[in-house]
């Protein structure tokens, strides 16, 4: 027999009762005996928070290249980035994934494409910090074999063999993908540093395992102009030459994207993470969601690499993403408080295939947060107070029922112990 849980006292939905992993009452419930409560006192219960484009590792790397664009910032980077560690990036993955829990992410997509010395182990360390959290985590096996030497942007260095990728792709789908608390997905990092080979292998790998794919895109106007003097097209047409315009895609960005090719975003369902605060920090642009979202893309929420987004938190994502949508169309209806929450909940799921995922509604799994809400009980509509009023850690976070974060601090892991260990490593980067 199951223990129901009950989630009691929210100012807004009201409870929500807990059997077996799903939602299975919301609104005013009777008890019963034997529940367990969990008291929300007056606070705001949402669907878990889900962020659909991170790279854990870059907590080692925090405030670096604060006043340049993407280009310079990835140059002055990765020579640092090729001398991390696995156990780098295990502690790197840990803080970061906590983080991301305090701020309400029941989900998290890591695109990780440094591979130490060809160890990819490494992947097996972030799945492992995964679980130590208890989010559920989609593991991108990110990828460049294009080097300096063969025209892209990163070093010789940090760069694989292609055969070496897509070998190791497969072995990490065997040994980690599980479709539900891990799942794998190819991810070829950007136009500038894959081959046209690697990202034609990679899509036929995928599809033919049944995963997703995912890459950056048009994330800026230097990668425009390096697409144009390579290839002769736009971003898009590059990806879509290689068979990467379709409904099991999400690209990372999407900033540069014209009038037509937004619709041809949307009419092949690829999906979009939107990284507001990233994206403004390298001053990238302002990505066109409200287009996207009118012409049918899934849009969600990405907090990027806390090297481009010094907070690494996913709920400060959504008043960023309201704001940005209301300055570039010049409409203060552009994006609404709900809206950015469902850009942050079910949009993501959408992005990610998860569509059972970021609702908050009876038969859903139960990735729930709990948002401490005094500050804000004055505020009429308790959305509009959590998107727009003062940032906040959850009170509570459950994944699939299980607790993550109770009454304010982590179930699984010792976060100070862990930033801990994280700036001493970080440290010895600087030198």
Known sequence: ?????VLRGARCPGDVAVEGGVITEIGAIAPRSGDEVIACDGGIVTAGLINTHHHLYQWLTRGRATSCDLFTWLQELYPVWARI??????VAATVGLAELALSGATTVADHHYIVPRGDDSVFDAIASAGRSVGVRLHLSRGSMD??????GLPPDDVVERTDTILASTESVVARLHDGDRVTVVVAPCSPFSVSAELMRESAALARRLGLRLHTHLAET???ERDCLARFGKRPLDVVDELGWLHGDVWYAHAVHLDASEVLRVGAAGAGVAHCPSSNARLASGLCPVRDLLDAGAPVGLGVDGVASNEGGDLLPELKQALFFARLRSGQPDALTPSEALELATSGGARCLGRPDLGRLEVGAPAD???WPADDIADIADPIAGLVLGPSRQVLHLLVGGDA??????LVGVDLRAAHGELARRARSLWA
């Open 1 to 5: 027999m199951t223990i129901r849980k």
């Open 85 to 90: 560690s696995v156990e780098d990036v295990a």
């Open 146 to 151: 294009l080097g300096q030497s063969a025209g």
């Open 221 to 223: 106007v230097a990668e």
């Open 368 to 370: 729930i947060a709990v």
């Open 404 to 409: 993550v974060v109770t009454d304010g601090s």
